[in-house]
């Protein structure tokens, strides 16, 4: 008996039967071999079928809605029994505006907060308060929602939003009542919410820079801060840049919180002090009551449509992520 | 076994070397001088009381076993301990400027002295022509014709422009390993500095990589100061006019400079015993 | 003692030439421009520095004011009977949030036992096998892990809840379930990484003895991976303990003291959502209650994580 220690022995060419049984007595044989092999592709086998699962029994749920309306579903969405319209291109659009509030609020924030902790700061201080941040990353977004709406939300109602009004040159932006839940509230909750991804990650990219590169900088004659500008954030990018794109994909997909502060509208919204609606927050709010058939058949449509958007998002962040790892691989 | 010395020992200074006591002021002809330098790391002295010049355009090789301080010492030159915690007591001078006087900017001293590393670190994003001006451009100089002129320059000292003049615009990364080391010395260059440090540049390459840089370096030292640590005691007979030869003191932790003059009296004729058998032990 | 010899004499040849003069009038414009610009270069970098130093105060101001003001309203919320009464019908004073404790603490237990061993046996499949199944999987655990919470608990409504399928009700079973998909992709890549922090060497000195895989799996393996697998489960429990949107479909949220999983249930996050979007102080105050012990839940496994991960890690080496 032969003790192959990898799996993966390329296996004497047999007829495919032969050669079926031939690994099966082989792998079964070895002792130990069969109860563990089994623990491990059921693993696999288990976790394949949720991941499918989850694809297969969503596009199920929502054919009804799609095969309603077709590809238009993508714009104007389906009426439910009582002519209540779920627009799917204004949760759409929605969606995207407080992602994009949230990323131009937090990137530049949670960047800079990276540099400082990886480069800038004594260890003393960016220990603990790396730490910290990593800890309130796990504060709950329940708990940001809550906060947002009975905290930041008459915050912004009776300051942020009045002030923001008088701002020349951004009207366009800032104009009509300032009510609180809006656009712009539901955007910054999502950029505190982010905030310690875009840290973190940030802060390992620009902590993975070869020291060597720093000290290059520095021997040329470099100051503190042109060491950072030269050397390390240039080589940190591609990882700030995965940072940012998985930022995105958890503002993109984030529901609860959201739905408690974005004032719940379902028309195009005039201006980021307007509420809106949001893929999520569409879906939380009318769930419960949608009637079985076309009616939840079509939110199930827009879970759809949400997922889609994420998983596009984070598998080009992954993609990112990895070609950062093997361009790291080839220098080492 | 005798040892050939196949450096440029005849172009040297003319004289024998003479005995000199520490403290002594800075010989006329040297470019750096070490004046009673310790360096220490927390508690811990790491290299204690150098007395050590680097004579104007020449090639001054600091060797001797690993961990006897030659790296610190090089470092200490050009301030590059600041910012890694470590403390440099003593004298430094580059030329006339006094390294470690309170008014000397750090970043003015680097920029006089060019510094070239064990593993080639060319800016991984950056084109070769980037690579090659980042001195410059880090010290304020923006005019175009300047920067070509320099990188021009500092390439045909490096031995590289003939490779690389079609391909200035393409990714640094892409060069050999020998390439990028050559890269690294153009960048250090490129920015005219009187002195270059050079520390082990050549331990990660292959031995043809390791005979071009070799003979760059006995070329370059018509117009710059250099000091080159190595570990490699042929390397240091056969590019080096002068050799410094330091060692770990009785303490068994702390690094001291016990020997040093001109390369072919430090391996054939020695004075101190302790070179004599290091030199024997490595070479012989 | 060092006796330091210096070379006597001078001798230097001159530069001449063309080149040299080049050089020179080079070496000269860098000293000056690198001396001019050092102040604005300082300059810059303070202003930077200093943009870097607002960023930190910026983003760690609304976290920290956010625990903060939570922990103060939680805290006077806060008492012996909130957290052992059932929640009192609306417009009656008292009451408390043990329904929501229990039913949340039986949701995640289920969740655990169903995703710490099919993780942790998936991420074997992955440390033992290489190719294209094995990149498959990892990736599809890596996108999985940025899907929306809201479409896993749509998901577990599909398969558990909705008509016709396998419970056909709410349940706290199906809450569960939706929290272990969401758990699933954390505990597959938190304990691939941990496993394969073990050295090769191990495994195959222990198969080289003779030892049989599983028992090599379990002894040496699993053992050295340990404080990996301990501090990535923790974190995964502490992901999906705050978690709201995968249980607003599926356990519905129950002011009854429910202990039955195939039943509807409270849970501490629903309760937060149901009491702190109703206009009434009363019903924020036990909002703000509940919240602070969400909060210190979660603080408290994630601090957990990073003690036992670090004491392990110290204990190993």
């Known amino acids: 008996m032969s003790t192959t220690l990898l799996e993966e022995v390329p296996p004497p060419r047999l007829t495919p039967i032969e050669g079926v049984k031939e690994g099966l007595q082989r792998r079964w044989a070895r002792p130990g071999g069969r109860a563990y092999a089994v623990l491990r592709w059921t693993g696999a086998t288990v976790f394949a079928v949720i991941v499918l699962g989850l694809v297969v029994s969503l596009l199920a749920s929502s054919s009804q809605a799609f095969g309603h309306s077709g590809l238009s579903f993508l714009w104007s969405g389906t009426y439910n029994a009582t002519k209540d319209i779920y627009p799917t291109g204004i949760f759409i659009i929605g969606t995207l505006i407080t992602t994009a509030v949230a990323i131009i609020l937090a990137v530049p924030i949670g960047v800079g907060t990276a540099a400082f902790l990886s480069e800038l700061a004594p260890k003393w201080l960016a220990g603990p308060l790396s730490v910290l941040i990593d800890l309130i990353a796990a504060v709950p977004s329940i708990v940001v929602g809550l906060w947002g709406l009975l905290v930041l939300s008459p915050v912004f109602a009776r300051h942020v939003e009045p002030f923001l009004k008088k701002i020349p040159g951004l009207e366009w932006f800032f104009h009509g009542p300032a009510y609180g839940p809006s656009m712009l509230l539901a955007g910054t909750v999502l950029a505190v919410m982010i905030l310690p991804t875009i840290v973190a990650l940030s802060r390992t990219a620009l902590q993975g820079v070869a020291n060597e590169d720093r000290e290059a900088a520095r021997a040329l004659g470099a100051t503190r801060w042109q060491v950072v500008r030269t050397a390390v954030v240039p080589g940190a990018r591609t990882g700030i840049e995965a940072a940012v794109i998985l930022a995105m994909g958890r503002a993109l997909g984030e529901t609860i919180a959201v739905a408690m502060v974005i004032g719940n509208n379902n028309a195009l919204p005039h201006s980021l002090l307007a509420p809106g609606a949001t893929l999520g927050s569409a879906i939380i709010n009318n769930f419960g009551e949608a009637n079985p058939g076309l009616d939840r058949s079509s939110i199930i449509g827009l879970v759809v449509v949400l997922l889609a958007i994420t998983a596009l998002v984070n598998v080009g962040g992954q993609l990112l992520l990895r070609r950062r790892l093997r361009a790291e691989g080839a220098v080492a | 076994m005798t040892i050939e010395i196949t450096s440029n020992v005849e172009t040297s200074p003319g004289g024998s070397p003479g005995q000199s006591t520490p403290g002594a002021s800075p010989s006329p002809t040297a470019a750096v001088s070490l004046r009673g330098v310790n360096v220490s790391f927390g508690k811990h002295r790491v290299v204690r009381d150098v007395n050590l010049d680097l004579v104007r355009n020449r090639v001054t090789a600091l060797v001797g076993p690993s961990g006897c301080g030659k790296t610190t010492i090089l470092r200490a030159i050009n301030r590059l301990h600041d910012d890694s915690g470590g403390k440099v007591t003593g004298q430094v001078l580059v030329g006339d400027l006094d390294v470690y006087a309170r008014d000397t900017q750090a970043e003015l001293v680097r920029s006089r002295v060019g510094m070239v590393f064990q593993r080639p670190n060319p800016f991984p994003t950056m084109s070769i022509f980037d690579n090659v001006v980042a001195g410059l451009r880090l010290n304020g100089v923006r005019s175009k014709t300047v920067l070509r002129e320099a990188a021009e320059s500092a390439l045909h000292h490096a031995a590289l422009w003939d490779l690389v003049k079609d391909r200035l615009h393409s990714p640094a990364v892409r060069l050999s390993g020998g390439q990028q080391q050559r890269l690294c010395i153009a960048r250090a260059l490129a920015v005219e500095p009187e002195v270059l440090l050079m520390d082990e540049p050549c331990s990660a390459l292959d031995p043809i990589a390791t005979a071009k840089i070799e003979e760059l370096i006995t070329h370059l030292a018509t117009d710059v100061t250099i000091g080159l640590v190595t570990h490699n005691m042929f390397q240091a007979t056969r590019v080096s006019d002068y050799t410094a030869f330091f060692l770990l003191g009785d303490d068994r932790a702390t690094g001291e400079l016990v020997e040093y003059g001109d390369t072919k009296t430090i391996f054939e004729s020695p004075h101190d015993p302790r070179t004599r058998a290091y030199v024997s032990g490595e070479v012989g | ?317």
Not at chain 3, 152 to 179: D, E, R, T
Not at chain 3, 283 to 296: C, D, K, P, Y
Request: hydrophobic fraction near 55%; charged fraction near 10%; aromatic fraction near 6%.
């Open chain 3, 1 to 317: 003692m060092s006796a330091t010899v210096f070379p006597g004499g001078a001798g230097i040849p001159s530069d001449s030439g063309a080149l040299a003069d080049a050089i020179g009038a080079r070496r000269e414009l860098v000293r000056q421009s690198a001396r001019r610009s050092l102040g604005r270069r300082r300059l810059v970098g303070r202003i930077a520095i200093g943009l870097c130093v607002v960023a930190v105060a910026i983003s760690l101001a609304p976290l920290v004011a956010l625990v903060a003001y939570t922990t103060s309203r939680g805290v006077k919320a806060l008492s012996w009977s909130f957290l052992t009464h059932i929640p009192t019908p609306p417009g009656i004073p008292g009451g408390g949030i043990s329904s929501a404790i229990v039913g949340s603490l039986i949701i995640i237990g289920l969740a655990v036992v169903m995703a710490v061993p099919i993780g942790t046996m998936c991420a074997l499949f992955l440390v033992e096998r290489r190719g294209r199944l094995a990149g498959a999987l990892r990736f599809a655990a890596d996108v999985l892990t940025g899907v929306p919470s809201i479409a896993l608990g749509i998901f577990a409504y599909a398969v558990l809840v909705g008509p016709g399928s396998l419970i056909g009700h709410f349940s706290g079973l199906a809450g569960s379930f939706a929290l272990a998909v969401l758990m699933l992709p954390i505990v597959v890549r938190a304990s691939e990484a941990a496993m394969r922090t073990v050295p090769r060497d191990l495994w195959e000195a222990g198969l080289a003895l003779g030892v049989r895989r599983s028992r090599v799996v379990r002894s040496v393996v699993l053992r050295g991976a340990l404080p990996g697998l301990v501090t990535g489960n923790l974190l995964a429990v502490a992901r999906a303990v705050g978690e709201t949107a995968p249980l607003l479909f599926t356990v519905l949220g129950s002011t009854l003291l429910a202990t039955n999983p195939l039943q509807p249930m409270g849970a501490l996050s629903l309760t937060i959502y149901s009491n702190g979007t109703q206009p009434y102080p009363a019903a924020q105050e036990i909002a703000w209650g509940t919240a602070f012990v969400l909060l210190v839940l979660v603080l408290a496994l994630s601090v957990v994580a990073r003690v036992v991960s670090a004491r392990l890690n110290r204990q190993a080496r």
